[in-house]
């Protein structure tokens, strides 16, 4: 069972406060949900929707068409009417207006009443977020009665649990004992910082923002050499502006983890949109050649243990760890009764300057940290950094989860993908005779990816970029060049129905 919710309005209308009301009512009865949120750059005016999935198993993405459609402004109707279902139902928040700011908790209660859920379930939810719930109840029963139950959702034992990806990097950072972080808000890594800065003091956590993002990277390896376990966050053109010191950190290895939350450019692009159109920024930012790990997680659950693994792999080899999402993962809502492992709790023991002598410089160094020149101690150096990249993509193999197939793992049929398109992949096969081959650590890359793209008869490559970023790393690691190819880059991520539409095409 799948069904899809649109909620739209103009932005200020609040109409997260609609799913999120409703979407959390629906965890309460055993339900998976999915909520993904569109917005423009706009603090108020212009169009805003959330399509809220629902299902009685997990589910990690949405589809073009919809069952139900809540207007606010006659410009959603015009919108999304098109993709409103034969038998769908239509609701205009127009009819609550009068209700002011509990007209979204009116519109929480229709939609609790079609679905057939008890009342109880939805005041439960509002005495839970509101302190003088009593006006919000009333809104919210008026809402409810308004409505004639259209499907009914029988109550299930599930208990998932809802995180956005947000949350996510922040629950695994605080799980790994961040000590400091340091950024410059730039959509959609800010909530990243927020969701730290919330209870930084509880953490016993730093949460700074600097001027911008070329003293937030540099502050960031400063506090890093000083002893803290640090990470910084940008999206992309932050992180352009942070590539010198990346190369300061290849020179210095003084460890440093940075999240990247992409989208779509370049420049400024479409600032609010999503894509996956950084992985070779990630891959290659900085001058001259040293080790690092780029890490792409696909949902909340992975984003807590990657995050984890990112911190403790750039203390261990004293190396840049890179996390990197997209806007789409950053800011969707996710629910899911699977429990992250919770990462061990590490200290890696590294000189710290005041308990020794430290010397650290972006030129290169003898083995006292004193400047050279030398073209001896030049290539050695050089080969001792190569070398550790060796022995990282020796422990990672060794250690960590770096791929992960989903469907039918006996298929011939496999399609390839990568961070936040994972979720709509794995949607979109439940039906296929197909298997998904999710890369997760894109450096180092696993040998595993080869061995099962020589197994399969047909290949299919899918990313939110022009350019297909993944298949370019895959074709230069193994020589394999995936011809079949579905990208899309308009800055929304693939709906389910599409994509098993499109991998349906050529399977």
């Not at 007209?103 to 929480?108: D, E, R, T």
């Not at 439960?124 to 409505?147: C, H, M, T, V």
């Not at 993002?213 to 992309?236: H, P, R, W, Y």
């Not at 990112?310 to 950053?330: G, M, N, R, V």
Request: proline share 4%; hydrophobic share 35%; aromatic share 8%.
């Amino acid at each position: 069972m799948k069904l899809n919710i649109t909620i739209g309005g103009y932005a200020g209308q609040g109409i997260n406060k609609v799913s999120q009301i409703f979407s959390n009512v629906l965890s309460a009865h055993g339900y998976f949900t999915f909520n993904y949120r569109d917005y423009a750059s706009l603090i108020r005016g212009g169009h805003n929707f959330n399509t809220l999935a629902i299902s009685d198993t997990p589910i990690e993405s949405h589809d073009a068409k919809i069952d139900v459609l809540i207007t606010l402004d006659e410009r959603t109707l015009k919108t999304h009417k098109q993709a409103l279902k034969k038998n769908g139902i239509l609701i205009s928040g127009e009819q609550f207006e009068s209700l002011g700011r509990n007209q979204n908790v009116a519109l929480a209660g229709c939609l609790t009443k079609i679905f057939g859920i008890p009342f109880e379930t939805l005041e439960n939810e509002i005495k839970s977020q509101f302190k003088n719930s009593e006006e919000a109840i009333i809104a919210a029963k008026q809402g409810y009665d308004s409505q004639e139950t259209s499907q009914e959702l029988p109550k299930l034992k599930n208990s998932p649990t809802i995180l956005a990806g947000s949350q996510a990097i922040a629950i695994g950072a605080i799980n790994s004992g961040l000590q400091v972080y340091i950024a410059y808000p730039m959509t959609p890594a800010t909530n990243a910082m927020h969701e730290l800065a919330e209870n930084q003091l509880e953490n016993n956590m730093i949460v700074f923002q600097a001027e911008n993002e070329i003293a937030a990277i540099s502050m960031a390896l400063g506090a890093s050499f000083a002893g803290s376990k640090v990470m910084t966050g940008t999206s992309g053109g932050g992180f352009d502006l942070m590539s010198e010191t990346l190369s300061m950190q290849g020179m210095s290895e003084i460890p440093l983890t940075v999240y990247l939350a992409s989208r779509a450019g370049p420049a400024t692009g479409v600032p609010t949109y999503t894509a996956q159109s950084d992985l070779d920024i990630a891959l290659r930012a900085g001058h001259g050649d040293f080790p690092r790990v780029v890490v792409a997680p696909g949902n909340p659950t992975e984003l807590i243990q990657k995050t984890s693994e990112a911190l403790f792999l750039s203390e261990k080899f004293k190396t840049l760890s890179i996390i990197l999402s997209d806007k789409h993962l950053a800011e969707s809502e996710f629910s899911s009764t699977e429990k992250p492992y919770k990462f061990p709790t590490f200290n890696v023991t590294r000189p710290i300057p005041g308990s020794s002598l430290v010397k650290n410089s972006s030129y290169e160094s003898d083995k006292f940290g004193n400047s050279t020149e030398s073209y001896t101690i030049t290539e050695e150096n050089a080969n001792k950094r190569i070398q550790k990249y060796e022995d990282i993509k020796q422990y990672v193999r060794k250690n960590f989860e770096m791929i992960k197939i989903h469907g039918n793992k006996k298929s011939k049929n496999l399609i390839i993908g990568w961070g936040s398109t994972s979720g709509a992949i794995k949607d979109a096969i439940k039906d296929l005779d197909a298997k998904f081959l999710q890369v997760i650590y894109c450096k180092p890359l696993s040998p595993q990816i080869k061995k099962e793209i020589e197994k399969a008869d047909k290949v299919i490559l899918v990313e939110c970029n022009v350019t297909g970023q993944l298949g370019r790393l895959i074709r230069e690691k193994t020589g394999i060049k995936i011809k079949n190819r579905l990208l899309k880059y308009n800055g929304r991520p693939f709906h389910t129905d599409e994509l098993n539409k499109l991998i349906k095409s050529i399977i």
